[in-house]
């Protein structure tokens, strides 16, 4: 069974702080999204990372894909009420294939 | 982006009865897509995947003939729960894919409430 480890899985700060959320795998995944879930919605794409090592920013967050292409990590910096949400990564392995999706780290952030 | 919309997005039934939720891709065409259910403070549990014009394919234990899946059409696929039970009651979410590509665009998801 393919699995996708995140930790933590659940995170409560204070506004300002900063945080990594990582999402550890033994497969190999040939690209790696990054979601956001808040309560009653779906899951919202921030990121998708494809290349081993590759390091994408998006305003206070930033993914990287691990060189081996098992492992990523999201981390935010100065966090804000906004952050809060469930954060899932999910990784691929080609295009006619379904998503693994990870365990989920739940995020609080509070002022 | 991609846009996907999922109609309803909460229904109330009573036990017995049969729900039909929508799922539509707005601005691609979705050759494939994806159906989950969400436990509270849970990851997402993938259902089935379905591809346009052919019968989908359902994950292990998932009762096929419960979860009537259809895509009929390369932006519309249709999930209906027949006689439903509140053991169904749940967050349903799909998804869509264009095709080769693996990154999956989520509708806002449908609160089902089997009373």
């Known amino acids: 069974t393919q699995l996708l480890e995140q930790s933590p899985q659940f995170l409560s700060i204070q506004e300002g702080e900063n945080l990594t959320v990582y999402c550890n795998s033994s497969?190999?995944?040939?690209?790696l999204q990054w979601y956001r879930q808040e309560p009653g919605e779906g899951p919202v794409l921030l990121v998708t990372?494809?290349?081993?090592?590759e390091v994408k920013k998006l305003k206070r967050l930033t993914f990287q894909f691990g060189d081996a292409r098992k492992d990523s990590s999201l981390h935010i910096t100065a966090a804000q009420p906004g952050d809060t949400g469930l954060y899932l990564c999910?990784?691929?392995?080609?295009?006619?294939?379904?998503?693994?999706f990870g365990t989920g780290t739940r995020l609080q952030v509070t002022l | 982006g991609a846009v996907v919309s999922q109609h309803p997005s909460w229904v109330i039934c009573k036990s017995g009865t049969s729900v039909k939720i929508e799922c539509r891709s707005l601005d691609f065409q979705a050759t494939t897509m994806f159906w989950y259910r969400q436990f509270p403070k849970q990851s997402l549990m993938l259902m089935a995947t379905s591809n346009e014009g052919s019968k989908a394919t359902y994950e292990q234990g998932v009762e096929k003939d419960k979860f009537l899946i259809n895509h009929a059409s390369l932006t519309l696929s249709t999930l209906t729960v027949t006689s439903a039970h509140p053991e169904d009651s749940s967050f349903y979410i799909c998804?869509?894919?264009?095709?080769?590509?693996?990154?999956?665009?989520f509708g806002p998801g449908t609160r089902l409430l089997v009373l």
């Open positions: 497969s190999v995944f040939s690209s």
């Open positions: 998804s869509a894919r264009g095709s080769f590509q693996e990154t999956q665009y």
């Open positions: 999910a990784g691929g392995k080609g295009t006619a294939s379904k998503l693994t």
């Open positions: 990372v494809v290349t081993g090592g």
